[in-house]
């Protein structure tokens, strides 16, 4: 994998992921966040936080954000079918749900990390939602419909010398593999949705946040930057 760099990271991490731009967040003044956003041409541009929700969320991101605890720009969502849209947050234990109208269809106290904080959250076609649990080292795949556990790799432990995972901050899904970037090992992970088999793709040379993949390129979060990923 070569790298090329599109920005320093400073306090600029998460990444948010729509069909054509990726959005991020700069935490480092917390009274005034500064939103940026980045596409094909690989240039970062300033835009605020109308822009933000409307183009990771949609139109209706004001109606969703006065229905959770917090800000918007605290939570991550995936988008499920039929429009659905879910969120979650470190900050509490439950899953939202809102259809494309902006109504609130479930609020869900998971319940299943131990007291670890779920970090992320992506959604598996048709029924099913993965979740990143960092400080258990550990990814949950539940099951919507039954809000259950069906699927987990990691013990939810709290000792920091897991054997594969390590602080996996964040996941990513595409129609084929889940993938596992872990922060404490510096590892990136892939696993086969379909028969749950795990692979270490590659280990970097510096501490790993982030894997996005997107149509217009693949990009990873470390703790010098964001950088496109060639090759």
Not at 4 to 13: A, E, F, L, P, R
Not at 153 to 179: A, C, K, M, R
């Amino acid at each position: 994998m070569n790298l090329k760099k599109i920005t320093d990271k400073q306090s600029t991490s998460y990444l948010h992921v729509t069909q054509s731009e990726i959005l991020t967040i700069d935490w480092s003044d917390v009274r005034n966040l500064k939103f940026y956003a980045f596409d094909k041409s690989k240039k970062l541009r300033i835009v605020n936080k109308d822009y933000f929700g409307l183009t990771t969320v949609g139109k209706n991101y004001k109606k969703i954000e006065a229905q959770l605890f917090g800000s918007l720009e605290d939570y991550c969502s995936t988008k499920g079918e039929n429009g659905d849209i879910y969120f979650c947050t470190h900050q509490e234990d439950k899953i939202y749900r809102f259809d494309k109208n902006g109504n609130k269809t479930l609020e869900w106290q998971v319940g299943i990390g131990v007291g670890h904080p779920i970090y992320d959250i992506k959604f598996e076609s048709p029924d099913f939602i993965w979740l990143a649990f960092p400080t258990g080292q550990t990814v949950s795949k539940i099951s919507i419909s039954k809000q259950e556990e069906v699927f987990k790799i990691g013990e939810y432990t709290w000792e920091d010398d897991s054997e594969f995972l390590s602080y996996p901050e964040s996941i990513f899904i595409n129609e084929n593999h889940l993938f596992i970037p872990n922060m404490g090992n510096n590892r990136l992970y892939q696993v086969d949705l379909k028969t749950k088999e795990m692979e270490l793709i590659k280990t970097f040379d510096e501490k790993i946040w982030q894997y996005v993949q997107t149509e217009f390129g693949t990009f990873i979060v470390t703790d010098s930057g964001i950088y496109e990923v060639k090759g």
